[in-house]
Structure formats: C-alpha cells, structure tokens
C-alpha cells in the first residue's frame, strides 16, 4: 500500500535485524504486553508464518517505508486481535524516535484505516493506549478515534499501574 512518503509493505526476511532490535527494546515492552526478549530464533519463525492471513492468526504487521530514492523502514503498524465474527482489530503504530513528528505515523495510520474499512470491510478499530502518550492520543484523535473509555490501572510499568483510553473507530460506510 503507497502513501505519499511512506509505504506499508510485509515482512520480509531482510526485516529480521530491526525487528529483533524493536522488539527487543525495553522502553517500547510498556506500549505493548511484551514482559520479556525474543530470539532471533522465534522471530525468524514469526516472519516465516507472517505469510498466513489475519483470519487464522488474528494479528497481520505491516512493515512501514519511507519512500524515495533512500528508502528506510522506519516503523511498523499492526491489526491484532482481530474477531471476524465481529469485523473489528485493534491497531497499533510504532514509528522509530528519530522519524516521529514527521507525518509518517498520520499517512501509516490513514493507510491501515482504508485498508482494514475498503479492502477487508472490517466494522472498527480500536486503540489502547495509555493516559500519558499524548502523541498517540493526538493521532488517533485525529483520524477520527473516539475515546469511549478509560481503564483504570490497565497498565503495569514497575511498581505502578497506569490508566488506558480505548479508541474506536466506526466504518459508517460498512455493508
């Protein structure tokens, strides 16, 4: 999928040298539910499998590009939790520190919505994300999250528990 600066592409073997450094970076484990590193070895095989479709693994990534005579990947955007019996995913970004604030989170996120509501047909997206990420908040604000909730004490960091705003957004063109 081609945006204007970026692309959302699949994983691809080449991937396994910045996945093992994202996903292996303890300041990113609290944004998700990682508690602990992956080997390469798992993640080999995650790429490998990354083949199968959202129906069977309830999860699809997609790797984000910036575009250009030097590309770079510079993040990656995922569906997870996917329940087809409802069309809905949640979505979640994350885009390398030193290509934030630049536009490419916004074009990833409007890429993902217009693939998940025009090609798959899903019904909503929902976000999780937690009080004090305000550029995530912004974002998903932006492209026109609602905030519908907060889950007291959802996330652990340490010793402390912090508050999470869930997000959705409604495809009102679904049929």
């Given at each position: 999928?081609?945006?204007l600066?970026?692309?959302?592409?699949?994983?691809?073997?080449?991937?396994?040298?910045i996945?093992?450094?994202?996903?292996?970076?303890?300041?990113?484990?609290?944004?998700?539910?990682?508690?602990?590193?992956?080997?390469?070895?798992?993640?080999?095989q995650?790429i490998e499998?990354?083949h199968?479709?959202i129906?069977?693994?309830?999860?699809?990534?997609?790797?984000?590009?910036?575009?250009?005579?030097?590309p770079?990947?510079?993040?990656?955007?995922?569906?997870?939790?996917?329940?087809?019996?409802?069309?809905?995913?949640?979505?979640?970004?994350?885009?390398?520190?030193?290509?934030?604030?630049?536009?490419?989170?916004?074009?990833?996120?409007?890429?993902?919505i217009?693939y998940?509501?025009?090609?798959?047909?899903?019904?909503?997206?929902?976000?999780?994300?937690?009080?004090?990420?305000?550029n995530?908040l912004?974002?998903?604000?932006?492209?026109?999250?609602?905030?519908?909730?907060?889950?007291?004490?959802?996330?652990?960091?340490?010793?402390?528990?912090?508050?999470?705003?869930?997000?959705?957004?409604?495809n009102?063109?679904?049929?």
């Amino acid at each position: 999928m081609n945006g204007l600066n970026i692309r959302l592409r699949a994983l691809e073997p080449k991937d396994i040298d910045i996945l093992y450094q994202w996903e292996n970076d303890q300041k990113l484990w609290s944004i998700g539910c990682t508690t602990a590193p992956f080997s390469r070895h798992v993640l080999d095989q995650y790429i490998e499998n990354s083949h199968h479709d959202i129906y069977s693994t309830g999860q699809l990534r997609f790797m984000i590009d910036t575009t250009g005579q030097h590309p770079q990947t510079i993040g990656m955007v995922d569906l997870y939790a996917f329940e087809p019996f409802h069309m809905r995913s949640g979505v979640g970004i994350m885009i390398h520190e030193e290509f934030r604030n630049k536009g490419y989170g916004s074009e990833a996120i409007n890429l993902i919505i217009e693939y998940a509501f025009n090609f798959m047909n899903f019904k909503q997206l929902f976000c999780e994300i937690t009080i004090d990420n305000s550029n995530s908040l912004f974002l998903f604000k932006n492209k026109g999250f609602q905030l519908t909730g907060t889950r007291k004490e959802w996330v652990r960091r340490g010793n402390k528990f912090i508050d999470a705003h869930f997000l959705q957004l409604i495809n009102k063109d679904y049929i």
